[in-house]
């Protein structure tokens, strides 16, 4: 069966401070690749999305930028974090058609 | 903005059905009908989806009105663990992933199992 990973679960991060958010896919090829982030009390947000290796698309404009070195990793960066950055991410996965998205467990960020 | 209305919360007996709601009258057709719960501090969990005829898995049952105007997820014999907050999402399938990937959550269904 397919599984998510995604980690930390929990960061304190100061402003300016780098970031580095993993998600990681078992169990599949070739998945498709979201992340999202999750204000309190509010929907979800969608940052970025992946349909393959190296391909990346941007949703919302910002100091946030995701890679993907490898078929089931996806990754969630940023050079200097801002205050506005803090948030429940989290990284989720579908193979397309009408199949649902799985997501992770996320990962709250606290920027201070 | 979310394309589904939903009751703000609702109760239900331990042991009991529950039985929750979703109105989704601008419903397209080729959109999906799609049922998450999330606990809080937690991603949202899949339940189960559905195009135009009831569906059941392991979890959950999804009756989908005739019109497709709306839909009722039930939950056959809750528990105190199927405490969370519920969201009813319509979504065109993916045809190659990308943006189409996007859930518009509304404020969806607490639902408190009670003992």
């Known amino acids: 069966s397919q599984t998510i990973h995604q980690w930390p679960a929990t960061l304190v991060q100061p402003v300016g401070s780098p970031l580095s958010l993993e998600c990681t896919v078992e169990?599949?090829?070739?998945?498709?690749l979201y992340w999202y982030r999750q204000a309190a009390g509010r929907g979800l947000q969608l940052l970025f999305y992946?349909?393959?290796?190296?391909?990346i698309s941007s949703e919302v404009p910002q100091n946030l930028s995701a890679s993907r070195p490898q078929d089931r990793q996806f990754i969630l960066s940023s050079k200097k974090l801002l205050l506005s950055d803090s948030g429940f991410y989290l990284c989720?996965?579908?193979?397309?058609?009408?199949?649902?998205?799985?997501f992770g467990n996320g990962t709250r960020l606290t920027v201070t | 903005d979310a394309k589904t209305t939903q009751p703000t919360s609702m109760d239900c007996a331990e042991g009991r059905a529950a039985n929750l709601p979703c109105n989704h009258s601008?419903?397209?057709?080729?959109?999906?009908v799609y049922w998450y719960r999330q606990i809080h501090s937690q991603g949202p969990q899949y339940i189960i989806h559905?195009?135009?005829n009831n569906e059941t898995n392991e979890m959950a049952s999804l009756i989908i009105t005739e019109d497709r105007k709306s839909s009722t997820l039930i939950l056959p014999h809750a528990t105190l663990r199927d405490t969370a907050v519920y969201y009813c999402?319509?979504?065109?399938?993916?045809?190659?992933?990308?943006?189409?990937?996007?859930?518009?959550f509304g404020k969806g269904t607490k639902l408190s199992v009670k003992p």
């Open positions: 989720a996965w579908t193979l397309g058609g009408n199949s649902p998205l799985h």
């Open positions: 169990g599949t090829s070739n998945p498709n």
């Open positions: 992946s349909v393959g290796i190296g391909q």
């Open positions: 601008t419903i397209s057709g080729n959109e999906y």
């Open positions: 559905g195009l135009k």
């Open positions: 999402i319509v979504r065109v399938a993916m045809n190659y992933g990308g943006s189409q990937g996007n859930l518009i």
